[in-house]
């Protein structure tokens, strides 16, 4: 994508901790060649005729706030959909995601973008091992006792199939879920029976019941989130320790580390100003 930035004469921003710490990695590990002057920070990008612009975001499965659903709900303080613009969601839907993910394509579309997604382009390649890099490992690695982890029960079977496929003995693969109990030793591993697993709600010290008005409090801090700033002032009102926000529900603290500074400058400034 840099590459093909570079050669149409088109210049990028970044959108998004990860998406800036994972260039810049893969960058200075030699993996990624980002050509000179090709990166630019975001507000100096909107500058740019919109033909000039590419804008590499995360949000690929439309967390809430996250730069992507900012910008089909036309609230992103820098990038305004319009039509003509080209959307490319280069990520699977990840199970239980598909109604989020759809809420902001519809939206993309509404504003006029063209949207391309595993649904109707071939833009995506799997991360996930294949069958052969799984046995691969196997074969490799030669492990006393082998539990497959990740994915539903379909993914955890299959697995255990490749393992006894590449010759793992069956009284070794232990195809177990969530509350199932394994002990294990130097020499072996059994089942030994079943525990309590599953949601658990906590509200302070209280556990498992919850009333209607603590629910009704954690919807509200889901659907709106809640900011809080602590610091510490000396008598003569000057700030000593501080500030320190905390939030819920807010906004992804790890993609958002800039917005959180200028909430602290924020609120310097305010106390600055403010009369003794």
């Known amino acids: ?116 997604y595993e649904d109707n382009a071939f833009v995506h390649v799997s991360g996930h091992a294949s069958q052969e890099d799984l046995k691969r490992m196997l074969t490799l690695t030669r492990p006393l006792n082998f539990i497959p982890v990740h994915g539903e029960y379909r993914h955890l079977l299959g697995h255990a199939r490749l393992a006894a496929g590449v010759g793992l003995p069956a009284d070794r693969i232990f195809l177990i879920e969530d509350g199932t109990g394994l002990e294990v030793t130097k020499t072996a591993a059994r089942v030994v029976g079943k525990f309590p697993a599953g949601r658990v709600l906590v509200d302070g010290k209280s556990v498992g019941d919850i009333g209607a008005v603590v629910l009704r409090d954690r919807q509200l801090l889901a659907e709106d989130g809640l900011v809080a700033v602590s610091l510490v002032v000396d008598a003569r009102g000057a700030v000593v320790a501080g500030p320190e926000i905390a939030s819920r529900g807010f906004v992804y603290v790890k ?19 403010a009369e003794p």
């Open 1 to 116: 994508m840099l590459t093909l930035a570079a050669r149409h004469r088109r210049r990028v921003a970044l959108l998004g901790m990860s998406m800036q710490k994972n260039v810049t990695i893969a960058a200075e590990l030699g993996y990624l060649r980002v050509p000179d002057d090709l990166l630019l920070p975001l507000e100096e990008l909107a500058g740019l005729p919109p033909a000039r612009q590419v804008i590499l975001s995360t949000g690929s499965q439309g967390e809430p706030n996250s730069a992507l659903a900012l910008m089909a709900a036309q609230e992103h303080k820098y990038v305004q959909v319009a039509p003509g613009d080209l959307v490319i969601i280069s990520a699977r839907v990840i199970p239980g995601n598909e109604r989020t993910i759809g809420r902001v394509v519809n939206a993309l579309y509404r504003l006029g973008a063209e949207v391309l």
């Open 255 to 273: 993609e958002n580390e800039p917005l959180l500074e200028e909430l602290k400058a924020a609120v310097l400034a305010a106390l600055a100003a």
